[in-house]
């Protein structure tokens, strides 16, 4: 059974980069009250307005990414690239020229100027060393950058499938999740295929670990090892490539050309799916459970883990214990002390100067608090 890159509908119920100045951030760890979260954007209900940021409207975001202090925002159902800075939200890139019944802009692919490209459905952006960002476009099985003055494919024709290749030649199966790597490499999950793959500084794509479109459940060699619907990496200072393996309910971790399982070990499937039984405890390595984790950074040694199905987020140590950091396990909206905090479906988190933000996803909201990973693994007496 395929998600496509979006939850299980059963856990459901509920740039330009010319504007990137350390001089000029949007807020800081000091405007963060200690143990509370607070929204920083953004809020229930889907919407379009940019402005200040206590009067921007965002339609399901999905991704973000952070960099001194100014955060882009992948608007998924909005199509949008979007860039909170300075304290105010504007559109880099994407155009909605038709809306749907619910007041969404139509997807399409298209590249062209900032403002006359088109996205479908993006889940994941990231700054890139040059200013520039790229975006996973999702439905439009494809990897594009946000440049200067033009959005272009990096690689992806818009037609699903697997194939490695050259710039415009490679083929890819909904998205989700996308990473820095040394000299330019972009790591890419590549969720409807149960891969990783990573597209070289010139375009071209290659199979990093997996077995292209064959899901499962298998540590080893990285490419024979199993993914299930892997939706969102991350790249750790020593060279490992964490992944939140949505479907296996796992954190797993490729280094050395070995994928190993550093946390959640639920061994059940979930009713009568391919999927493992999700749950929620906390815990060292297999003790661990997630449900459909979506989004994963670095916090210095420490991986975070927007656990969406949960309604939290998780804090994992180098030593594969799992903590609950932020939120309360039930859907809802509401800010506060962090871990009586409610978030609904959070998608993805960026962590920047001990401060950690999150994708409030079901919300449609930007939220933070404060997160010393040092002092969190001092507490945890790994430190």
Known sequence: MKRKGKLFTAICSGTAAVLLASNMLCFSQAAIPQDQM?????????????????????????????????????????????NLNGGRVITMAGSRPSLDAYGNGLGGFRDSGRSRALFHGPSDCLFLEDGTIAVVDRDNHAIRVVGKSWVYTLNGTGTEGYEEGKPGTAKFSYPS?????????????????????????????????GVPGQGGLRDGAAQEALFLEPTAIVRAQDGSIYVADSGNQRIRRIKDGQVTTIAGGSEEFYLD??????????????????????????????VIVADTGNHVIRAVSPEGVVRTIAGNGEAGYEDGPSKKAMLNRPGDVAWEDNTLYIMDSGNCALRSITFDPDKWLEELGEK
């Open 38 to 82: 607070i929204t920083v954007t953004g809020a229930p209900g889907n919407g379009c307005q940019d402005g200040m940021k206590e009067h921007a409207w965002f339609a399901s975001p999905k991704g973000l990414d952070i960099k001194e202090g100014t955060v882009a925002i992948a608007d998924t159902d909005n199509n949008l690239i979007r």
């Open 177 to 209: 999740g996308i990473a820095k790597g040394l000299g330019g490499n972009i790591y890419v999950a590549d969720t409807g295929n149960h891969c990783i793959r990573v597209i070289s500084k010139d375009g071209s794509t290659s199979l990093v670990a």
């Open 273 to 302: 799916t391919e999927y493992r039984q999700p749950g929620f405890a906390d815990g060292k390595g297999q003790e661990a459970r997630f449900w459909f984790p979506e989004g994963i950074c670095m916090a210095g040694q420490v």
